[in-house]
């Protein structure tokens, strides 16, 4: 999914010169970002925390500090009963982050390694995931994602139960609920979405691509989409909709791949209809250029969406 704020993290407030940086070794680096981040969004950092966090020594903290104080020397002040360094009045952050990194790191703990506690930074409550992939199964089909492989595996779909397909896959897909990859199915001859709970007894094999079966010929994965979004007509109060969003002149304006444009317009319960019928608390946003969905393949779950209706329209 391509959001309208994808792009958009933390404006950097210095500018660090090129020469300076490149002179940081990439693990320093790793600890100035920890530094600053625990900064910005927790407001204190200690030796100890370095310490803990990487397994570097005390002297080697105050080291990663002192250089820290010295690329951005507003950004923190010392108290000296704690022992620890706050954030300033004057602080703004070295490094950016997305929204989603940030709040992940809260919830999961900062970094992308397996070796610490991954502890919650703060108090921290995340929706329980229903359906857990199995871990060997991910391992084989990231793998063949990331050499551009073709897998043979075992599927259950609701219409069709079990078969062994051979599957082109080329990205995995997160639509809220459950994980996807996204692939050529020779079975069927097109591309498709993969449950990847679904798949059981992968292998990569050995067998030549066809164009045909890339990702550059995917095209419902190719089109973007640029929907509007509106607060739903029927609300009382379409303002407060307007600040959770951040709407522009009252309309939220999001890029997003036409391959999963369903899933989005579901999660968001996103109210398709052409003239706003559906009911319900829900519903708290309206498409209004809903023209824009035609011949998007995956709208029988978008809410209120009827294709059947657009194309006798059109």
């Known amino acids: 999914m391509i959001s309208h704020d994808q792009e958009h993290g933390i404006e950097i407030g210095y500018q660090l010169p090129t020469t300076r940086v490149k002179a940081i070794a990439q693990a ?36 990663d500090i002192a250089l820290y104080r010295e690329l951005a020397p507003t950004n923190l002040r010392y108290d000296t009963k704690a022992k620890t360094y706050e954030r300033s009045d004057l602080f703004s ?23 610490g506690a991954n502890r919650a930074l703060i108090s921290c409550e995340t929706p329980i995931q229903m359906n857990r992939p199995s871990l060997s199964t991910l391992s084989v089909l990231t793998r063949a994602i990331h050499q551009g492989k073709v897998i043979k595996v075992d599927y259950r779909s609701l219409s069709s139960g079990r078969t062994t397909r051979e599957i082109v896959p080329f990205a995995l897909v997160d639509n809220g609920l459950r994980w996807h990859i996204r692939g050529y199915d ?25 164009e045909h079966e890339t990702r550059e010929s995917d ?6 989409l640029e929907l509007e979004l509106v607060p739903h007509p029927n609300l009382k109060h379409p303002e407060t909709i307007e600040t959770d969003y951040a709407m522009k002149n009252g309309v939220l304006n999001v890029k997003i791949r036409a391959a999963v444009a369903g899933y989005a317009l579901r999660r968001w319960n996103v109210d398709c209809t052409e003239d706003h019928a559906l009911r319900g608390p829900e519903y708290h946003l309206w498409l209004q250029n809903r023209p824009a969905l035609y011949g998007v393949e995956n709208l029988v779950i978008a809410p209120g969406y009827d ?3 657009t194309k006798r329209r059109s």
């Not at 530094?35 to 397994?55: A, P």
């Not at 095209?219 to 973007?224: A, P």
């Open 93 to 115: 952050p070295l490094y950016g982050a997305s929204p989603n990194q940030v709040l992940a790191a809260l919830a999961y703990g900062f970094g992308d390694d397996f070796a």
């Open 28 to 63: 320093q680096k790793e600890r100035l970002a920890y530094i600053d981040f625990r900064i910005c969004f927790l407001g204190t950092v200690s030796r100890n925390n370095l310490v803990t966090r990487f397994g570097i020594k005390g002297a080697a903290a105050t080291r």
């Open 307 to 309: 294709q059947a209706d």
């Open 186 to 210: 020779r079975k069927q001859s097109r591309f498709s979405d993969f449950v990847v709970t679904r798949i059981s007894s992968p292998v990569i094999i050995d067998s030549p691509i066809d």
């Open 219 to 224: 095209i419902q994965w190719n089109r973007i």
